[in-house]
């Protein structure tokens, strides 16, 4: 029996992304198509997912709308790519420092004060409408034409943003980032003497029961561990190496405060705290980030230099 041109190539995804084609093996007989897709292509699950939903995938010719739908050896899948939509956000032209870009990710040092995403009351300044002006070739993120962001930093605190071009790129890098192979540490200036050279906080964290704003130690809360090293004793104060193992909202800052060594210039969690000098922002960087590119398989790791009021803050504390 003569193959097509798709049959000759089982797995095509296409320059231009307009289609996913799969012609089914025997592996690949009785699974889920959505499972069976997202093995085969380059897109995640969920947006797998959402494209059947929506009646983008046809087997042999017939459309299917069931995510669930199981395949059969010699089925010929093909999912359509709608070209990514705009989605209504500004192009800013605002400075951004990105330290590192390539055709899939972009390594941004993002300032303390901004804010990442557009929002109820920041709807510009953001990391993404500066993104959105300074990066374009943007391949476009579940079907919107706006950058990945794998992980978040709030708007007080600074440093090292990974941002995907792509789906590809954004479901490989969502997965270190999930299981962990993704390394991040941060500089931190917390109040008071440790005990300890060094040490680990496994505490869970949930929404605050009365101020929703805020994050608490609370049980049954998404478990969390972060582990911190003194690097120098500062007076009233310790600098800190801070190593992520969770990325929970607020993560170090709500860790920190339980312990009783809040960070300095936090005025969510320690409003209070005096400590004789000026402390002109929260004292929390990004400092490095370590990941496998998605594309290469190579081990990258990027740093961030402080910034100057984070130095020039230590500086008055030694």
Same mark, same amino acid.
């Given at each position: 029996m003569e193959q097509t041109p798709a049959e000759q190539k089982p797995m095509e995804q296409k320059a231009a992304e307009t289609c996913v084609e799969w012609l089914c093996t025997a592996e690949d007989a009785s699974s889920r198509v959505?499972?069976?897709l997202c093995r085969h292509s380059e897109l995640s699950r969920s947006r797998i997912a959402s494209l059947i939903i929506e009646g983008a995938l046809t087997i042999d010719g017939a459309i299917e709308t069931k995510a669930a739908a199981k395949v059969q050896e010699g089925q010929f899948l093909r999912l359509a790519l709608p070209q990514a939509r705009p989605v209504g956000i500004d192009a800013q032209d605002i400075p951004l420092d990105i330290l590192y870009q390539d055709a899939d990710i972009v390594v941004v040092n993002k300032p303390c004060g901004m804010v990442v995403h557009p929002a109820a009351g920041n709807e510009s300044g953001t990391l993404v409408n500066a993104l959105l002006y300074h990066v374009?070739?943007?391949s476009g993120i579940g079907g919107e034409m706006r950058p990945g962001i794998v992980h978040r930093l709030d708007k007080d605190t600074s440093g090292l943003i990974l941002v995907a071009k792509n789906d590809r790129a954004h479901a490989a890098m969502s997965e270190q980032f999930k299981s962990r192979t993704m390394e991040k540490h941060y500089r931190a200036v917390a109040y008071g003497a440790f005990g300890q050279d060094q040490g680990r906080i496994d505490a869970p964290i949930a929404r605050h029961p009365v101020d929703r704003k805020k994050m608490a130690v609370l049980e049954g809360g998404k478990p969390s561990? *972060?582990?911190?090293?003194?690097?120098?004793?500062?007076q009233g104060a310790t600098y800190l190496d801070v190593h992520l193992l969770t990325g929970r909202t607020h993560q170090i800052?709500?860790?920190m405060h339980s312990i009783g060594h809040p960070l300095l210039g936090d005025r969510i969690y320690a409003p209070n705290i005096k400590t004789g000098v000026r402390i002109p922002r929260l004292m929390l960087h990004a400092y490095s980030l370590a990941f496998t590119h998605p594309t290469t398989g190579k081990r990258m790791e990027l740093t961030a230099p402080l910034p100057d009021a984070f130095l020039? *803050?230590?500086q008055k504390l030694t």
């Open positions: 959505d499972a069976c374009r070739d943007l561990s *972060t582990e911190w090293l003194v690097i120098q004793r500062l800052r709500v860790h020039q *803050t230590l």
